[in-house]
């Protein structure tokens, strides 16, 4: 019989420090499939954020320099702008890339930065144990939202993906789940054409990935995995929300 | 087409996302308990519904957060 | 009077509110108390453990670098704590989790299953509670009563948890009781 | 040339190729001028929507294995030092330039050094020392400039130029160091530039375990030690025969030497010690003048911080005055001359 599955070679043989049927752990499988899929081991630098995948780097087998708490984007421009022809990615939180880092992630983008995002959003702060996210849904209970998210109080539910497909300098951005095999196959799908638009340098890229978070939802895995699927998809729907390689719509934004 | 599973007993935290993603319900959470205090995932030992068995079509492994699966498929 | 008690597991465990609880249950019985929780960053899975001092007078330093007792939930915990125990102290283990035993020969050992009482009871997360209703039966370091009072106001919210870990508490405590849980 | 000019020009020569920044008065001629000169040698000038930003593309270069740089200006600083805090956690080597101007707050544009508490003392979170080198004229503000690449890469740590608005905005005549061969430069095995050939590594301050953490602290802490055993420097003039030394930096420095003159025409036998870096400390070449010196005057463009240290380095050996102007306002030597005759009178000096 012939192996048809296995562990990426980019991804280190050990265990993750992550909690049952979490989205991260799905997640760096997929980046590094695609690292490798795409022969750009050498040339890939990863920038890890701060919460609960701030220890990415312990399972990527690729360079990696840690970032601040959401300053993610910008420690890549600077890393990006020296080492131009290198495929620099961030893999951020919501909490990172769309609370804390809101604005060095809009100005990566509206530089038009050759960066890849990969935005990991579980509507919920996952290592700081369970307080609101700027993505966290109307309703939704949390540490710090204890009778649900109300959005004239709370503020509502952040689209940052929308809000970045508006700039100038963005090429790609996509949004899918990791819910189901179809929603990983999509994923992979789109952080690999990320990938591939910004080593062809024609400007910043992000894939939005929402994820299951069973810990903070307090649900199963598999419950966690079909909130995701009918609740958040209503404020974060999925699919290319800009694509500048597309022949019709998303290059008129330019 | 005929495959089988390896499961990591040893890295396996139980969150049944390969159970529900085999569609010939080769897989299930056995009764018993790793070094993490997790009951794992095991292969069925009398087969699946339908007498069908593994095909090797990767869709647990494809849905494993923990990389614990690993997938052979019989060569044609 | 002071005995200062370690809890010891991963996270997920319930090591921190079986602590928790034992330190409520001494305060409800008008004790001094500390509890001092120690955990990783992980939410679940990384180490977590939280040390109970109990006295009847001022307590100066919550930090035990010697406990009297210590629950180990897990392995790693048992590599971890082992050598700390004082002399004569109480390790007590639960099996289902922990593969090997102490070195030491001068300390009393108790053992339980923990995970499989639980799960008999069809609630496989309450084994923290079977550990600590065996623990006191052992210890007796509080009363019964007191511990469930404090289970009723720790958990005043979540009814079905806190009937559940109720009823986890005393098969715990039956279980030292009737098996003796001597190694 | 410009202050802000010759420390642009001299970074650029020392094999600076890559600059972050964000406007701020009064700096903003060194981004300009970086702006330009930097295409010219194909380097690359980028002007970051905020100093946090910019710090955090500093340390992204960094990490990438180049010379790089920012400069900001107190309340800009300010911002900065979450990034100053990562650039000393996780060892990269940087050249951060303060034009210190008068604060707390928003403050205002005009020269201050109220900034040295937070300079010397680490400035943001956590365990760390950063260089700071204090510059007192056009030729200087080149030269540290020119060095401070050298020994943020040596130490793999920040440092800063502690300067100020004057200083910034003067013009002097400099004479230039040769232009470095940037690929000559010694090379950086730690940084990430993608695992070619080697095993992939990883650059972080996160520590989790308490015990590797201190060990990283203990480590900081040795290297902080070497440095002040190797890197101190000072100037140090007519303290020989001085009945009465001036103890002052950067701008405040310049005014005393001033003043020192004036006050020696007078007869009066007054000295100048001028640290030159104020981390570390020039503690011992300051106790060795305080063996022949009874009397010392510390004057600062601020409500008195660097007294602090050359009280503790004299352990209340020795008499120490202060005599500060916070807020901007720079006296002139004949103030300074005039209160250094008054400590003559009234302790009845010399």
């Known amino acids: ?254 | 087409m005929k495959g089988s599973i390896k499961i990591d007993s040893s890295q396996c935290k139980g969150c049944a996302f390969c159970v529900e993603a085999c569609p010939n319900g080769v897989i299930e959470i056995g009764a018993k308990r790793n070094a993490m205090g997790y009951f794992y995932a095991v292969v069925k030992k009398d087969g699946a519904k339908d007498g069908k068995g593994c095909t090797g079509c990767t869709l647990c492994a494809v849905m494993c957060p923990e990389v614990a699966i690993e997938v052979y498929r019989e060569e044609r | 009077m002071l005995i200062k008690t370690i809890f010891a597991g991963f996270g997920g465990q319930g090591v921190l509110s079986m602590g928790y609880v034992l330190a409520y249950a001494a305060m409800v019985e008008g004790l001094q108390v500390t509890y001092l929780p120690s955990y990783g960053a992980e939410v679940r899975g990384g180490t977590a453990n939280c040390t109970v001092a109990i006295s009847n007078e001022e307590i100066a330093s919550p930090i035990a670098s010697a406990p009297d007792n210590v629950v180990v939930m897990n392995n790693p915990s048992l590599e971890k704590f082992q050598h700390q125990i004082l002399t004569g102290g109480v390790m007590f283990i639960n099996t289902n989790l922990v593969e090997s035993r102490p070195v030491r020969g001068d300390i009393v050992l108790y053992e339980i299953p923990c995970n499989d009482l639980a799960h008999d009871l069809g609630s496989d997360q309450s084994a923290n509670m079977v550990m600590l209703g065996g623990f006191i039966e052992k210890t007796g370091l509080v009363k019964m009563e007191s511990v469930r009072s404090a289970i009723g106001d720790v958990f005043k919210e979540k009814k079905k948890a806190k009937e559940m870990n109720l009823k986890a508490l005393d098969v715990g405590f039956d279980y030292m009781r009737n098996n003796g849980g001597k190694a | 040339m410009r202050g802000s000019h010759i420390v642009a020009e001299a970074a650029l020569r020392a094999g600076c190729r890559y600059y972050f920044g964000y406007p701020i008065t009064p700096q903003n001629e060194l981004p300009e001028y970086m702006s330009r000169r930097l295409p010219e040698v194909g380097g690359v000038f980028v002007q970051a929507e905020s100093e946090i930003a910019s710090i955090n593309m500093v340390i992204g270069a960094s990490m990438a294995g180049a010379r790089v740089m920012t400069s900001s200006s107190s309340p800009g600083i300010s911002l900065k030092q979450e990034g100053i805090s990562y650039l000393g956690g996780l060892e990269l080597p940087a050249v951060i330039v303060n034009m210190m101007r008068g604060g707390p707050g928003l403050g205002n544009i005009a020269p201050s050094q109220s900034d040295y508490f937070q300079a010397t003392r680490g400035g943001g979170h956590g365990d760390y020392r950063t260089i700071v080198l204090a510059p007192a004229s056009g030729q200087e503000l080149c030269d540290l400039t020119y060095k401070a690449f050298d020994l943020a890469d040596h130490y793999r740590t920040p440092v800063l130029i502690l300067a100020d608005g004057m200083m910034g905005q003067m013009m002097e005549p400099v004479r230039f160091p040769v232009l470095r061969d940037v690929g000559k430069l010694p090379r950086k095995p730690w940084a990430i530039t993608g695992a070619k050939g080697r095993k992939s590594h990883f650059i972080r301050s996160l520590i989790l375990d308490p015990g590797q953490m201190e060990e990283h602290n203990w480590k900081l802490m040795r290297k902080y030690e070497q440095i002040a055993d190797a890197e101190v420097r000072f100037e140090s003039f007519k303290t020989d025969d001085a009945d009465l030394v001036i103890v002052a930096f950067g701008t405040a420095a310049r005014i005393a030497k001033a003043a020192v003159k004036r006050a020696r025409n007078e007869g009066l036998k007054v000295g100048l010690f001028r640290p030159i870096t104020l981390w570390p400390f020039p503690k011992k070449p300051l106790q060795e003048v305080a063996k022949r010196v009874k009397h010392f005057f510390v004057f600062e463009l601020n409500a008195g911080q660097m007294v602090e240290d050359v009280q503790l380095a004299l352990s209340g050996q020795s008499d120490v005055f202060f005599y500060g102007r916070p807020g901007g306002v720079v006296p002139n030597p004949a103030e300074i001359s005039r209160i250094v005759s008054r400590q003559f009178f009234q302790k009845e000096i010399g």
């Not at chain 1, 899918?176 to 910004?198: H, L, N």
């Open chain 1, 1 to 254: 019989m012939k192996k048809v599955f296995g562990r990426p070679k980019t991804l280190k043989p050990v265990p993750y420090h992550y909690c049952p049927g979490c989205g991260h752990s799905l997640l760096h499988r997929i980046v590094a499939e695609v690292i490798e899929e795409m022969g750009v081991e050498e040339i890939a630098i990863g920038v890890p954020p701060a919460g609960c995948a701030v220890l990415a780097y312990n399972y990527f087998d690729v360079d990696m320099g840690e970032a601040a708490h959401g300053r993610g984007a910008a420690l890549a421009t600077g890393v990006k702008r020296v080492l131009p022809d290198h495929l620099v990615f961030t893999y951020q939180g919501d909490g990172d890339i769309a609370a804390i880092g809101t604005a060095e992630t809009v100005h990566a983008a509206n530089r038009g930065e050759r960066i890849t995002c990969i935005f990991v959003n579980n509507a919920v702060y996952g290592m700081t144990g369970g307080q609101m996210a700027p993505t966290t849904i109307l309703g939704q209970t949390t540490t710090t939202s204890p009778g649900g998210r109300v959005g004239n109080r709370d503020g509502f539910p952040l689209n940052l993906s929308e809000m970045l497909a508006v700039t100038r300098g963005s090429a790609y951005i996509e949004r899918t789940s990791v819910t189901s095999p179809a929603g990983i196959r999509a994923t992979k799908k789109a952080v690999r054409k990320a990938f591939e638009i910004q080593l062809k340098g024609l400007g910043f890229t992000l894939v939005e990935v929402l994820s299951p978070c069973p810990t903070n939802l307090k649900m199963s895995p598999i419950e966690a995995c079909r909130w995701v699927d009918t609740e958040m998809v209503n404020y974060f729907p999925l699919g290319v929300i800009k694509d500048v390689t597309a022949p019709e719509e998303g290059k008129n934004a330019h």
